[in-house]
Nanobody
Framework: QVQLVESGGGLVQAGGSLRLSCAAS????????MGWFRQAPGKERESVAT????????YYADSVKGRFTISRDNVKNTVYLQMNSLKPEDTAVYYC?????????????????WGQGTQVTVSS
């Protein structure tokens, strides 16, 4: 069992930055590939970024490439999402998720555990 707790969301002006954190419980964090997803009102939950167990394999959605950076610290049991040059269209609830695999995909249904989400609002 893995419990995930996101933090770091908030209200920011367009062009600003936020850093999301996702703290995982348990001693097997390094066994899980991790992903960040987001869901805007009335839209499907979409993959934003994923990172493999070791951190060596990373994926970004085209919409955030060059602006967002995913990373993980397997000692602190935490995965991060650094978000720069934020746009109003980045406004959503952001979720972290874990899957007990080496490499994570973009399909939300493959993930085993989810956090409760953190709201990110970008004003224009």
């Amino acid at each position: 069992q893995v419990q995930l707790v996101e933090s770091g969301g908030g209200l920011v002006q367009a062009g600003g930055s936020l850093r999301l954190s996702c703290a995982a419980s348990g001693r097997t964090f390094s066994s899980y590939a991790m992903g960040w997803f987001r869901q805007a009102p009335g839209k499907e939950r979409e993959s934003v970024a994923t990172i493999s167990r070791s951190g060596g394999n990373i994926y970004y959605a085209d919409s955030v490439k060059g602006r967002f950076t995913i990373s993980r610290d397997n000692v602190k049991n935490t995965v991060y999402l650094q978000m720069n040059s934020l746009k109003p269209e980045d406004t959503a609830v952001y979720y972290c998720a874990a899957v007990r695999m080496g490499v994570a995909g973009t399909d939300r249904y493959e993930y085993d555990y989810w956090g409760q989400g953190t709201q990110v609002t970008v004003s224009s």
